[in-house]
Structures are given as C-alpha cells and as structure tokens.
C-alpha cells in the first residue's frame, strides 16, 4: 500500500501545474518518496494539514472540469489515495464532488450511484453540531442539483429533510421539487411539493414551477389542478401564473372552447393585476391569436382594456391594431371600425395609409360619404403627412 500510495502522490505532484496553476502553491515544490504515504499518518498535524489541504485543491480543480472523463477518474482515485494515505475527506471534499457531477448533463448508472454516495456522505459529515450555518451549502447544493436533476434525487433530499429540516427554506424546498422535475420524476416532485404544503413552506414561485412543469409536459389536467391547489391554499396568482396558462392554450389548436377559456384568463389577469402592467409579449400573443382566428371583437376588447388601465400599446401592438380594423370594415362592421380609429388617432398613434383607405372604402360601400369625409379630415388634422393620394381620388369617385 506504502509504494502504490507513493507513487500516485508523486504522479499527483506531475499534474499539479496543470490543474492548479493559478493558486499559490501550499508548499515549496518537494518531491514525494515512496515513503511519504506510509509516513503521512504519522506527520505532524502542521505537516497534514498542508498534504490535506494539496489533495483539496487537486479534487477542487478536478470537480470543475468533472465533464472529461479523465478528470472523473482522477477524482475517484484522488478520493481513494487520500484514505489510503490516512487523510480522511471533509464535508467540503465530497461538497466540491456533488458539486462537480451536479454541472454534469448526461450521467449514467455508475455516476448517479457515486454522486449519490457522495451526497449521503457529504450529509453525514456536515451534520457535526459544531458546524455553524449549513444552510449556506446546502441550499447551493440544492440549486446546482435541480439544473439537471437526479432520478433518486427525492429519496436523497427527505435524508436531507430528516438532517436539516430547520434549515430548509422555500428556495431548498422549490430546488428540489425542480430537480426531480428535469429528472422527468413528476411524482416525486409532486409528493416533494405536497410535504410543502404541510409544512407551510410554499411560495407563489412553488405553484409557478409545478404549473409550469405540467403544462410543459401537456399535462392540462394537472396544471389546473395545481392551480386550484393554488387558490385554496391563499396564495394570489400573479401576471406570469396567467400568463403560463395563456402561452399553453395559444399553442393548441384553436376551437370554441379554447378560444372563450383564452378570453377568460385575459379577464382573470385583469382583475388580478391592476397594479402592474401586462407584459407586452402576451399582450402581441393574444392580438395576434384572436385576430387571426378572427374574433375581432375580442382583439378590440383588449384594446379597449388596455385603454382603461391607461398602458400604451408598443409599436408591434398598434400594427395588429391595424389589421383588426381592416378586418372590420372588410367586414363593413363600421361601428367597431370607426370607433377604434378615432381612439388610435386621438391618443396620438399614426395609422397606416392602408387603414384609412379600408375604412373609407367600406364607407362608401355604406353609401355613408359623410363619415368618410369626417374621417378625412381627421386624418388630416391629425396626422403631418395627412392623406393618401389613393384615399382622395377614393372619395371624388
């Protein structure tokens, strides 16, 4: 065991420029014996801690680059020399290790396995009463475990519950729940985030990140019942709940049905947020939806809606705007076409030649030259470029 242990520390020393160049050296550079390892349990703890300290640094620096199979292996045999050399691994040894496998994003069998007995071991040995704060490190570990997830990742964070309840807060809770989600493991993060709920530990960013998971996965049943969940439990729905289940019901194929639950969750987000503004992603996706599924009168209701709480519509907004009022006086719906017209100009907004001459045109068609000639000179009045030439010669007709 002497020579072998040895000669890994001698080969380790080869390699320690190239992982850890950049740290100021523990020790001056000293070559290592044979005799070394068989010595090391023997050190004074001065000596010790310095070894101690260069595995540290070597394992550190190998769990950073955990994605090349070479630093994978050298981790684990690291992790064997330093037992070897009577060097026991701290709770930051197999922290680093976690850490490393957690930032890797296709791991087989035998790595979820060694990630798993390293996360148990990490847990053990950060349990020592003196040990002061750990909710710093293990809600780190946490985060950086849901990116990818782990398919016993569950099973490993009620260990974690058991441990160190009372220094779990909403944020562990929500990472794991996460974690077992990218895992693809919905019934654990489900049975994570029903434990939750029974400890009162839920946040509106809790029911967010099942919600979206299932609507995600097209799982519609689910989400509305998370949502209930939701709603029975007191917690206030914000714009981005909303705004989830409307991204998931635009994306599916339109129907009558679908169409009156869009309009409902518009109605619902109205009365939910009236202190902050709708986000003007949702506000294109609707206009555009209903418009091209041509419920004009809807898309003219949002305008309307928008009017009320006093929020300007963007540049992309006014345009869809302008095909819902071309819409209208194909349809000769003058009424509607007219009236969002007038509230455009009015509110300072300039309209495409194309739009005026729609609506001029469909009042001809009306036989109403009247409103024409009233729309005209608004335009003018209104507009600095005024009127089209196309719209004049429209109106001598």
Same mark, same amino acid.
């Given at each position: 065991?002497?020579?072998?242990?040895?000669?890994?520390?001698?080969?380790?020393?080869?390699?320690?420029?190239?992982?850890?160049?950049?740290?100021?050296?523990?020790?001056?550079?000293?070559?290592?014996?044979?005799?070394?390892?068989?010595?090391?349990?023997?050190?004074?703890?001065?000596?010790?801690?310095?070894?101690?300290?260069?595995?540290?640094?070597?394992?550190?620096?190998?769990?950073?680059?955990? &994605?090349?199979?070479?630093?994978?292996?050298?981790?684990? %045999?690291?992790?064997?020399?330093?037992?070897?050399?009577?060097?026991?691994?701290?709770? *930051?040894?197999?922290?680093?290790?976690?850490?490393?496998?957690?930032?890797?994003?296709?791991?087989?069998?035998?790595?979820n396995d060694r990630m798993e007995s390293w996360f148990y071991e990490y847990l053990r040995l950060q349990r020592d009463p003196k040990r002061k704060r750990p909710q710093v490190k293990l809600k780190k570990l946490l985060k950086d475990m849901a990116i990818y997830g782990h398919p016993h990742?569950?099973?490993?964070?009620?260990?974690? /519950?058991?441990?160190?309840?009372?220094?779990?807060?909403?944020?562990?809770? %929500?990472?794991? #729940?996460?974690?077992? #989600?990218?895992?693809?493991?919905?019934?654990?993060?489900?049975?994570?985030?029903?434990?939750?709920?029974?400890? %009162?530990?839920?946040?509106? @960013?809790?029911?967010?990140?099942?919600?979206?998971?299932?609507?995600?996965?097209?799982?519609?049943?689910a989400s509305s019942r998370i949502f209930e969940y939701m709603i029975r439990d007191q917690i206030t729905a914000k714009c981005s709940v909303y705004q989830s289940f409307i991204d998931f019901y635009t994306s599916l194929k339109p129907d009558k049905d679908t169409q009156q639950t869009v309009?409902?969750?518009?109605?619902?987000?109205? #009365?939910?947020?009236?202190? @902050?503004?709708?986000?003007?992603?949702?506000?294109?996706?609707?206009?555009?939806?209903?418009?091209?599924?041509?419920?004009?009168?809807?898309?003219?209701?949002?305008?309307?809606?928008?009017?009320?709480? %006093? *929020?300007?519509?963007?540049?992309?907004?006014?345009?869809?705007? &302008? @095909?819902?009022?071309?819409?209208?006086?194909?349809?000769?719906?003058?009424?509607?076409?007219? @009236?969002?017209?007038?509230?455009?100009?009015?509110?300072?907004?300039?309209?495409?030649?194309? /739009?005026?001459?729609?609506?001029?045109?469909?009042?001809?068609?009306?036989?109403?030259?009247?409103?024409? *000639?009233?729309?005209?000179?608004?335009?003018?009045? /209104?507009?600095?470029?005024?009127?089209?030439?196309?719209?004049?010669?429209?109106?001598?007709?």
């Amino acid at each position: 065991m002497a020579s072998h242990c040895g000669n890994r520390f001698a080969c380790h020393n080869v390699f320690r420029s190239l992982f850890i160049a950049s740290a100021k050296p523990c020790l001056p550079t000293r070559r290592f014996s044979s005799a070394l390892a068989e010595q090391a349990k023997t050190l004074p703890v001065p000596q010790q801690k310095a070894d101690f300290h260069y595995y540290q640094q070597l394992l550190k620096q190998h769990a950073k680059m955990v &994605h090349r199979k070479e630093s994978q292996l050298k981790a684990e %045999n690291l992790l064997r020399d330093m037992k070897q050399c009577g060097l026991e691994p701290n709770h *930051q040894t197999y922290f680093h290790l976690v850490l490393g496998l957690s930032w890797l994003p296709h791991r087989n069998q035998h790595q979820n396995d060694r990630m798993e007995s390293w996360f148990y071991e990490y847990l053990r040995l950060q349990r020592d009463p003196k040990r002061k704060r750990p909710q710093v490190k293990l809600k780190k570990l946490l985060k950086d475990m849901a990116i990818y997830g782990h398919p016993h990742l569950k099973t490993m964070f009620l260990h974690m /519950v058991q441990l160190f309840e009372h220094e779990l807060d909403s944020g562990c809770w %929500n990472s794991a #729940i996460k974690g077992c #989600i990218n895992a693809k493991q919905f019934e654990d993060a489900e049975h994570v985030f029903d434990m939750a709920r029974e400890r %009162n530990v839920t946040r509106l @960013s809790t029911y967010e990140i099942m919600i979206r998971a299932y609507l995600s996965n097209r799982d519609q049943k689910a989400s509305s019942r998370i949502f209930e969940y939701m709603i029975r439990d007191q917690i206030t729905a914000k714009c981005s709940v909303y705004q989830s289940f409307i991204d998931f019901y635009t994306s599916l194929k339109p129907d009558k049905d679908t169409q009156q639950t869009v309009a409902r969750l518009w109605q619902a987000m109205l #009365i939910m947020t009236t202190d @902050s503004r709708i986000p003007n992603d949702t506000i294109q996706k609707l206009l555009v939806y209903f418009r091209k599924n041509r419920q004009l009168a809807v898309a003219e209701q949002i305008y309307l809606d928008l009017k009320i709480r %006093n *929020q300007r519509l963007k540049k992309e907004h006014v345009k869809e705007m &302008h @095909s819902v009022i071309i819409g209208f006086a194909h349809r000769q719906q003058l009424p509607s076409a007219l @009236s969002i017209t007038y509230d455009l100009l009015a509110d300072g907004y300039e309209l495409e030649d194309k /739009v005026i001459y729609s609506v001029v045109e469909a009042c001809i068609h009306r036989n109403d030259r009247e409103a024409a *000639q009233q729309l005209v000179d608004m335009v003018n009045a /209104v507009q600095p470029k005024g009127l089209s030439d196309a719209c004049h010669a429209l109106l001598e007709q």
